[in-house]
């Protein structure tokens, strides 16, 4: 069962990778789309506001994803959502639309520092949960 959910994980990590991607790369209105169809559902945030909810959630969410996908190795984790971050937003200034920033590279690591570390505190929770508890005899 623990087998299947980690392959679960892994599919779901690597899925998001290119959804994460292709809202980044792509043409600025399919960004603006995804927002007026959810601004009503938002309290009709300011679009900048809107965009930095939208880095830091979609980037946790991947960290958190990437963190129960591959929970014994931590350091390729960060690898991979920092290293991703700061990938997207180079591309993004060789896109014609699109401009990456500092601010937003740092937005999105953020949010996957918090999303994996969420998922290192359910993993150590869930096993903590698991093991049964000591008992302790007197001799």
Not at 36 to 58: G, N, S
Not at 93 to 105: C, E, K, N, S, W
Not at 113 to 125: K, N
Request: aromatic share 12%; charged share 15%.
């Amino acid at each position: 069962m623990k087998r299947r959910i980690t392959r679960f994980a892994m599919a779901a990590a690597w899925i998001a990778v290119i959804a994460i991607a292709y809202a980044t790369l792509t043409h600025v209105g399919f960004v603006y789309g995804i927002y007026f169809k959810l601004a009503p559902f938002l309290m009709r945030p300011a679009m900048r506001t809107y965009a930095h909810f939208e880095h830091v959630i979609a980037f946790a969410i991947l960290g958190a994803l990437f963190g129960f996908a591959y929970p014994r190795r931590l350091i390729l984790v960060f690898g991979i959502v920092f290293g991703g971050a700061a990938l997207l937003e180079i591309l993004q200034t060789m896109t014609p639309d699109r401009h990456g920033t500092l601010v937003d590279a740092l937005e999105k690591m953020a949010g996957g520092a918090a999303g994996i570390i969420v998922a290192r505190t359910a993993q150590r929770l869930w096993s903590a949960k698991a093991k049964p508890p000591e008992i302790n005899r007197p001799s």
